[in-house]
T-cell receptor, first 114, second 113 residues
């Protein structure tokens, strides 16, 4: 099992550019989520999905889009990058939406917006 | 709404010393509590979790945590730390009713020789 994989590991964008952060898991997990990590703020939930075709907003969804066409993949799209989106992005998955479940995290994508 | 406060942003300790990382939470309903660890340049991994039952929870790598409902705390402890425990530690809470996982700000543990 590869677990949760994320690409790219690093990315530099200019303000206004768009891009997609990729996330995939091979554990047949129903629940997937995207977090951003900023110094002194812990992890904040951006969007999540409870299964293919179902997504919902987290704490900080503005400026990001998601879709879930398959169980395995959960890409995060930045529509028009802004310097405030400079952060480390983590994708996570768990067996279902039960709040008692362990979440499995990918290695992260470090994004810089100039 | 739930919230989590980690009382120390940085904790420096010497190797083989004991350590306690403090976590307080706020919630009007029953909660599940978690500690995750993030080693440098890696994703987070679960150390331990409290769901119900015994208030003392043992996790991986010799860590344990105690759930104290009256003080709304879930402090993480290790009796003797190693250099390899240097990492950032996150306390997190979710509700029994199915709420999302809410993370604290993180505590950076630095173990010195």
């Amino acid at each position: 099992n590869a677990g949760v994989t994320q690409t790219p590991k690093f990315q530099v964008l200019k303000t206004g550019q768009s891009m997609t952060l990729q996330c995939a898991q091979d554990m047949n997990h129903e629940y997937m989520s995207w977090y951003r990590q900023d110094p002194g703020m812990g992890l904040r939930l951006i969007h999540y999905s409870v299964g293919a075709g179902i997504t919902d907003q987290g704490e900080v969804p503005n400026g990001y889009n998601v879709s879930r066409s398959t169980t395995e993949d959960f890409p995060l799209r930045l529509l028009s990058a802004a310097p405030s989106q400079t952060s480390v992005y983590f994708c996570a998955s768990s067996t279902d939406r039960g709040s008692y479940n362990e979440q499995f995290f990918g290695p992260g994508t470090r994004l810089t917006v100039l | 709404a739930q919230s989590v406060t980690q009382l120390d942003s940085q904790v420096p300790v010497f190797e083989e010393a004991p350590v306690e990382l403090r976590c307080n939470y706020s919630s009007s309903v029953s909660v599940y509590l978690f500690w995750y660890v993030q080693y440098p340049n890696q994703g987070l991994q679960l150390l331990l979790k409290y769901l119900s039952g015994s208030t003392l929870v043992k996790g991986i790598n010799g860590f344990e945590a105690e759930f104290n409902k009256s003080q709304t705390s879930f402090h993480l402890r290790k009796p003797s730390v190693h250099i390899s425990d240097t990492a950032e530690y996150f306390c997190a809470v979710s509700t029994v009713q199915g709420g999302k996982l809410i993370f604290g700000q993180g505590t950076e543990l630095s173990v010195k020789p």
